[in-house]
């Protein structure tokens, strides 16, 4: 048996990957099947790696406009690197490797066995967020990582670089064709080839000149289907952005706000219950031995009956405050662990619309530079030839070379 093998960079939406957006193609029934093999946050990710680098770096400065406040904030907003890179990778395609199919077991076996030892062979390339999909078309995994190299002589000592970092893994890169990516991408294709071969299937290698229409070809298409609607995308995914963070500052005024409702019921608590402590031991509060000549009635008349009648009412009140407060306590401790658990998934969703946000820019600026290289009326051209092939009478056309 042959298979061809598909190695590319991805678009790296991580929305789509963890399945918190749905695409069309994507069969909701069989979600449950995907298998997540990491999921972490970003920015968290970030700190882990970079935060003491950043200190270290920032200790030696002297000027304050050259001092990094915040890492990941600087690559987002910067044009050298990104945030993170996505690898895709595929086995066969939708008509001799479907996951519903009788080989849809083994390539998703093949590709479980291929992830597991990936960060192992990876070591400069931090896997924060993998994921298996088998409710599309094809098995294909989705691979993202934030490339980092250390021990840097300029700026800081670790800091993100795709390019150093493959390098610090034995890939260097030579010409325009043999990219330190390039190089690297086909290297874990072997490796995968190699998972293949345990499993009696060869790497079928196509041709240059031969159109393998796999999970790349589906992104060129999904690109051409949304890129006049970029410019739309990126106003309302920066007015995303704005609403969260002030649902985010929202939610943190709550907080400190029932901290302190929280503190001062605390400090209630503890002069209840200093006032209990003075019941019970000032002399106050205690009964006084009868004098020589004192008759029990007259003992239980005025010193008895109006003790425990003045015990009665202040314990009475104390009992009432204290269950008062046990249950504020109780309700503000809920209510304030429900408000943090807002925050937090208010600071992942903005999380997303800014990873979202900044894919958008790049591929307008590649649309802009797609307009300047073959003209505006070209490019419309173009789409709009490929908005007619997309009509419902040429929908089965369309859909026949899609894998994912």
């Given amino acids: 048996m042959e298979r061809t093998i598909s190695g590319m960079m991805g678009k790296g939406s991580l929305t789509h990957n963890r399945r918190a957006f749905t695409a069309e193609n994507v069969d909701t029934e069989r979600t449950k099947n995907n298998i997540e093999y990491c999921n972490e946050s970003l920015k968290q990710v970030y700190h882990t790696l970079f935060d003491e680098a950043v200190n270290r770096y920032n200790a030696n400065q002297t000027r304050k406009d050259r001092m990094i406040e915040n890492y990941y904030d600087k690559i987002r907003t910067g044009k050298q690197e990104k945030l993170f890179y996505e690898a895709v990778f595929q086995i066969g395609n939708k008509d001799d490797m479907n996951v519903r199919g009788e080989h849809g077991e083994l390539a998703k076996q093949i590709l479980d066995e291929f992830m597991q030892d990936f960060q192992k062979r990876n070591p400069n390339l931090y896997v924060f967020s993998a994921h298996l999909h088998l409710d599309e078309e094809t098995p294909h995994l989705h691979i993202d990582f934030v490339p980092y190299t250390t021990g840097s002589k300029r700026g800081l000592d670790t800091r993100v670089s795709l390019k150093q970092a493959l390098k610090m893994q034995g890939f260097e890169g030579s010409n325009r ?36 229409l796999s999970v790349l070809n589906f992104e060129k298409q999904e690109r051409q289907k949304e890129v006049l609607q970029l410019d739309k995308q990126i106003e309302e995914a920066s007015h995303k952005i704005i609403i969260t963070e002030k649902q985010v500052q929202a939610k943190k005024a709550e907080v400190i706000q029932a901290e302190k409702e929280l503190t001062k019921m605390v400090s209630n608590r503890v002069k209840v219950e200093k006032n209990i402590q003075t019941i019970q031991n000032d002399k106050e509060w205690q009964l006084p031995e009868p004098t020589t000549l004192m008759s029990a009635k007259a003992y239980k008349d005025k010193k008895a009956e109006p003790l425990v009648t003045r015990l009665k009412e202040v314990l009475q009140t104390v009992v009432i405050n204290n269950l008062d407060l046990s249950r504020k306590l109780e309700s503000s401790g809920k209510r304030l662990e429900q408000i943090r658990q807002q925050i937090k998934r208010l600071e992942n969703r903005l999380e997303s619309v800014e990873q979202e946000n900044d894919v958008l820019k790049v591929e307008n600026r590649d649309l802009k530079r797609l307009k300047m290289a073959l003209g505006e009326e070209k490019v419309i051209s173009i789409l709009e030839h490929q908005k007619a092939a997309e009509l419902p009478d040429n929908k089965l056309k369309c859909r026949n070379g899609m894998e994912r």
């Fill in 177 to 212: 064709q043999e990219t330190e990516w390039n190089l690297w991408i086909e290297s874990e294709k072997q490796q995968l080839s190699s998972v293949m071969e345990r499993h009696g299937i060869q790497w079928l290698k196509l041709g240059t000149h031969r159109k393998h």
